[in-house]
């Protein structure tokens, strides 16, 4: 596609859900990557996939995190028993060659009620 | 110490004001510096990208790194209210055969009024 696509956009959950966010990359960049962004925070890495490569799970602050990238595509990031310590945007990004940086989509915004 | 430090702001000019916005950062690996622009409510998009110590210049916007005082800069010129956003720096290293995740700075807010 012509960006990095995000959805959804928008997530209001209950404590204790599990939740699925999903990135569709730019067709051919390799490399995707997710980011956490709180108030006042910045951007905190999470995980990083290359190509056929093992992930780099290294960002994930527990283990009620994972993601998986099937087919080298789309990726999926899973919460599971959310807490209200996750309410973030999640950022997705994609690249072909890093140096060059990242495009990033839009985000999902989600809040844990 | 945070790896990359960055003044939140707000900082509030007029318009046609040159604005100069700035990162400290402690890792000497860093090589490759990079300046996003992040709209409210929208992703970050990439606005300048320079390698190593130098300037680099792209129309109102001038990106500087000084490797040696672990500083970099992001320069406006003839600032608009379209430029009021939040600026974030980001940087990464070569590791082995590869390149390191980006580090972001926390952002700074610009604010250009008419």
């Known amino acids: 596609g012509a960006g990095v696509s995000q959805s959804p956009s928008n997530k209001v959950t209950e404590k204790g859900k599990d939740v699925e966010l999903r990135c569709d990359p730019i067709?051919?960049?390799?490399?995707l990557y997710w980011y956490r962004q709180s108030l006042g925070q910045g951007l905190e890495f999470l995980i990083y996939?290359?190509?056929?490569?093992?992930?780099?799970k290294s960002g994930l602050p527990s283990d009620r995190f994972s993601a998986e990238r099937t087919g080298g595509s789309v990726s999926t990031l899973t919460i599971q028993r959310t807490q209200q310590e996750d309410s973030a945007v999640y950022l997705c990004?994609?690249?072909?060659?890093?140096?060059?940086?990242?495009?990033f989509g839009s985000g999902t915004r989600l809040t844990v009620v | 110490q945070k790896e990359v430090e960055q003044d939140p702001g707000p900082l509030s000019v007029p318009e046609g004001a040159i604005v100069s916005l700035n990162c400290t950062y402690s890792n000497s690996a860093f090589q490759y510096f990079m300046w996003y622009r992040q709209y409210s409510r929208k992703g970050p998009e990439l606005l300048m990208y320079?390698?190593?110590?130098g300037n680099k210049e792209d129309g109102r916007f001038t990106a500087q790194v000084d490797k040696s005082s672990k500083y970099i800069s992001l320069f406006i010129r003839d600032s608009q209210p379209s430029d009021s956003a939040t600026y974030l720096c980001?940087?990464?290293?070569?590791?082995?055969?590869?390149?390191?995740?980006?580090?972001f700075g926390k952002g700074t807010m610009l604010l250009v009024s008419p």
């Open positions: 990004a994609s690249s072909l060659d890093p140096r060059n940086g990242y495009t």
């Open positions: 067709s051919g960049h390799t490399a």
């Open positions: 980001a940087m990464s290293a070569k590791i082995n055969s590869g390149y390191s995740t980006l580090t």
């Open positions: 320079t390698y190593s110590s």
């Open positions: 996939f290359q190509g056929n490569s093992a992930p780099d």
